[in-house]
């Protein structure tokens, strides 16, 4: 079993690398996988990332969260706030208890009273959004570097960590341009330069919530809600308080999540999460629920943010482009080996477009690349929804007693 | 009767709903190391009763005492912790875990905080060679059988300790085969003490497994037999239930017409992978005339309903009456008068939290009483749905009720109700009397044969054997998507017709 999934794991590994360096060599683009890129990468996975494991407690006990981005929002205005009184840490903790006050507020809505689920968190995005824009207005206001919509810089910073000795011939290596071996050592380089406290930890909770969730009775338990809570009930779980429990600690990573995005930015900002919440909820369906694929998600959407953020001479979107072509043409190679002729026909077209499109333009506007992870999202769900294995009971509200 | 210990002994147990009065004053007495059944029409309260039992639901008065020792229950795990185990009706199953994981949880064997995996798989085994039940702990219940679930379900009580075991219509969903395998379990379980409550309204299966028999009618008990020592047959039991004379189940008579209703030529259907569920099968069906399709669940039967009903896309050729409909939609199927009991209530008949009178609208959506024109007619709706709960017996306080506050049996009745309304010329059935206890069970099949008379066609698809022989003009065996024998329900018996459905007997 762990013999298999490492070997997959590598598998996968393996194939993304062989398909950036194949995207480098053919557009000379160094940045694509050079080591500041991949480390920005990671700052940019990180709250997604955050966010769809937040998704994941949530839904694995039966609850869906689509008021992630709120609670991350909560997250964002917790940091900016205690971050700018007390220090980075006192931001940490204050988003993480922000958010969780958010996944409390749900636990009480869905799980107590029963409400829809879909129709309570969106209240909890709604009233997230009002709530600290209102808050800001009342104490950033007249704050010295505060304003209407932002906070004041947040005082101190999270201590990251950069091994020379890894980096140093790396990035050497990276430059030399040798294919896959020179965007393996700017991919390697990139995890250990300028990594953050907070993306280890981001890390160790991926692990630790793989452990827990699936090698002990405790994520047993809490999952069994999620797929039979009338079972569960029947044999004595008490679901009521592990729905509770997944809930608030749902709420509490994707403060976690929020807090981050303060941090990396030094202030609150007014919309700063931008969507990632439900980016994140994307992620985890993308990861068929499951930590592994929801970090891959992350990760995926974190690259294609930063390549369009430190873009100098619009080439990295070209070069996303290709990529996406490549991508593309792969998937259509593995449709037609599946026997599936139409999707692969579909597949094969779009490629063509795309590299249609990266031969003729010089140039691509920033804003493909922003939607970029949308369309990535629609494609994964539209050719993978079939073999994903969401939990059984999600999103249907139980009522102790009820029998089914 | 004996001056052996009593297991579970329930004095004056009352349990109230809003509207209905579930228990009223039952009384039971179960020895220790015996098969005790409880029989009960649906609606009698039995699995109320045992509910109670086992700490689901609370009883407003009365005492439960367990080996001699008065308790009280808050929760199931209560009951557990006592001995007690209950095995479901509806199985009580996570689809996506794997047998290990379903048998362990709520009581897992730890190492640290870690889930011993290997430790619970050593147990299960055990536990599973003791008592005869063979299952792999690490596939997933979503790829097992029916009789594989039931097993696990017996495997979870046994691997909590317990020592009295609660089964709660255990062979409602099994074939004749699997049926003799749960009762060999029973009788093993017995030798190693333990005892068995058992309830169920089938009662020739009562007669061959109980050691005693209690009757509740009515919410409450009316008496105990012991079939051991005094002389009781199915007929007396069915009496105690219902509380008058029964009327006899069956009444043969040729009313098969000329015309042709329904007319399927070379119908297949096929799995995601390409493999044939319903492999290239044609039959007919004239008026007035019932085809009944004998086979174990999962060869094929829920698929052929299904694409007759156009609710799943097939090859093939399907006519009705005159009419080729094989690409019509289903609302149309149903407007030309074709009504559909599917195999799956909760799944495909009813809305769980809607009304019984907007569940009566439900597939007969277009038609009256349910609308005229573009708009819907709730006033005759309702009252339409008041002529079904009259006619077919749902017990039920109002039509306003959800459709989930009923038991499973009302729910078929309303159903069954709801189908035959309107004049059908075609009704496709499956187990039409699936959960409905012998009272009702009779009616319907008089509400089934009335219609014959005047010309319905049925294809019936049922488990129960016994109602497929005694109601159907032809019985086709459907093995693996294909039909592999007919019989001629005249001279064909359930055993002749279970070998068949196997595969056993080829050359039957």
């Not at chain 2, 579930?22 to 029989?39: C, E, M, P, Q």
């Amino acid at each position: 079993m762990t013999y298999l999934k490492s070997r997959r794991f590598i598998g996968a590994a393996f194939t993304a690398i062989t398909m950036l360096s194949i995207t480098r060599t053919i557009t000379g683009n160094g940045d694509l996988t050079s080591t500041v890129t991949i480390a920005q990468a990671l700052v940019f996975a990180s709250p997604i990332a955050l966010a769809g494991l937040a998704g994941i407690w949530a839904e694995r006990a039966g609850v869906i969260n689509i008021g992630l981005e709120g609670m991350m929002i909560l997250g964002t205005f917790g940091a900016g706030w205690a971050g700018w009184q007390w220090g980075v840490w006192a931001g940490v903790l204050a988003g993480v208890i922000f958010g969780a006050i958010g996944g409390l507020l749900l636990a009480v809505a869905a799980v107590t009273f029963g409400v829809d689920q879909i129709i309570a968190g969106t209240a909890i995005n709604l009233l997230a959004l009002g709530l600290t824009k209102f808050l800001a207005i009342l104490l950033f206001t007249n704050a010295p570097g505060g304003g209407q919509a932002q906070s004041p810089p947040i005082k101190g910073e999270i201590p990251t960590f950069t091994i020379d000795s890894i980096v140093g011939p790396l990035t050497t290596l990276h430059e030399q341009g040798i294919f896959f071996i020179s965007d393996l050592a700017g991919i390697v380089a990139g995890l250990f330069y300028n990594l953050s406290l907070l993306t280890i930890i981001t890390f160790l909770l991926f692990v630790m919530t793989s452990y827990l969730l699936w090698k002990t009775a405790f994520g047993l338990r809490l999952r069994s809600a999620g797929e039979n809570p009338w079972a569960a009930d029947s044999l004595g779980v008490k679901v009521v308080q592990f729905k509770y429990a997944a809930v608030v600690f749902s709420g509490m990573l994707a403060g976690l999540g929020g807090a981050y995005l303060s941090i990396a930015s030094t202030i609150y900002r007014n919309g700063n999460t931008a969507g990632r919440g439900f980016i994140g909820l994307a992620t985890m369906i993308f990861g068929d629920w499951r930590p592994g694929g929801t970090a891959a998600g992350a990760l995926m959407f974190g690259y294609i943010d930063t390549l369009r953020l430190i873009d100098t001479g619009n080439q990295n979107v070209k070069g996303l482009i290709l990529l996406g072509a490549i991508i593309l043409f792969a998937i259509g190679g593995i449709m037609l080996r599946r026997a599936r002729r139409n999707s692969a026909i579909g597949f094969l077209i779009l490629g063509s477009v795309m590299i249609g499109a990266y031969f003729s333009a010089t140039s691509f506007p920033p804003e493909v690349a922003q939607v970029a992870p949308y369309i990535t999202t629609l494609l994964v769900l539209a050719t993978a929804s079939q073999n994903l294995r969401p939990p059984a009971a999600d999103g249907v509200p139980y009522r102790k007693g009820d029998h089914h | 009767m004996s001056q052996s210990a009593l297991a579970v002994e329930l004095k004056g147990i009352w349990k109230r709903f809003p509207g209905v009065i579930a228990n009223s004053d039952i009384n039971l007495k179960v020895t220790s190391g015996t098969v005790h059944a409880i029989v009960g029409e649906n609606g009698a309260g039995k699995s109320t009763l045992m509910k109670i039992l086992y700490g689901m639901q609370k009883a407003d008065e009365g005492t439960i005492s367990i080996n001699g020792s008065d308790l009280v229950f808050n929760s199931p795990s209560d009951a557990i912790d006592s001995g007690i185990g209950m095995v479901h009706q509806h199985f009580m199953l996570a689809d996506n875990f794997t047998v290990l994981e379903n048998i362990v949880l709520g009581s897992e064997p730890k190492n640290g905080i870690r889930l011993d995996f290997a430790k619970a798989r050593k147990q299960i085994s055990g536990i599973a060679a003791e008592n005869g039940l063979a299952v792999d702990p690490d596939v997933l219940v979503s790829e097992l059988g029916v009789g594989d679930r039931q097993r696990i379900e017996i495997l979870k009580v046994l691997y909590r300790g317990a020592k009295i075991l609660i089964l709660d219509e255990p062979t409602a969903v099994l074939v004749p085969h699997e049926v003799d395998e749960l009762f060999n379990t029973l009788r093993d379980l017995k030798k190693e003490g333990l005892t068995v409550i058992f309830i169920s309204h089938k009662l020739d299966e009562v007669l061959s497994i109980a050691d005693e028999i209690t009757v509740i009618r009515q919410g409450t008990t009316v008496g105990s037999v012991n079939p051991h020592t005094q002389n009781v047959s199915a007929r007396d039991l069915a009496e105690m239930m219902v509380g008058n004379e029964l009327p006899t189940p069956d009444a043969v008579g040729d009313t098969i017409q000329d015309e042709v209703v329904l007319k399927v030529e070379n119908l297949s259907v096929f799995a995601k992978g390409g493999k044939a569920i319903v492999d290239d099968i044609s039959f007919q069906i004239r008026a007035g005339e019932i085809v009944g399709i004998a086979g174990v669940e999962g060869n094929g039967q829920a698929e052929i309903l299904d694409a007759l009903m156009g609710i799943e896309s097939a090859s093939g050729r399907v006519q009705f009456k005159n009419e080729d409909i094989t690409n019509k939609s289903t609302r149309h199927r149903r407007e030309l008068g074709i009504g559909f009991i599917p195999e799956d209530r909760h799944r495909q008949a009813l809305m769980l939290e809607a009304p019984l009178w907007e569940n009566r609208m439900l597939g007969h959506q277009t038609r009256e009483p349910n609308s005229k024109g573009i708009w819907l007619t709730p006033r005759s709706a309702k009252a339409d749905t008041k002529r079904i709960v009259e006619e077919y017996d749902v017990r039920t306080p109002s039509i306003d009720v959800l459709a989930s506050a009923l038991s499973g049996g009302n729910q078929q009745k309303l159903i069954v109700g709801r189908e035959m309304s309107g004049e059908p010329k075609l009704l496709i059935a499956a187990h039409p009397t699936r959960g409905v206890d012998v009272g009702a069970q009779a009616a319907i099949w008089d509400h089934i044969r009335n219609a014959r008379q005047a010309g319905l066609a049925v294809l019936l698809v049922s488990a129960d054997l016994d109602e497929l022989i005694g109601l159907s003009d032809n019985i086709k065996v459907l093995l693996r998507g294909k039909f592999v024998a007919d019989a001629d329900p005249a001279t064909v018996t359930p055993q002749d017709l279970g070998t068949a459905m196997t595969g056993a007997g080829e050359a039957a």
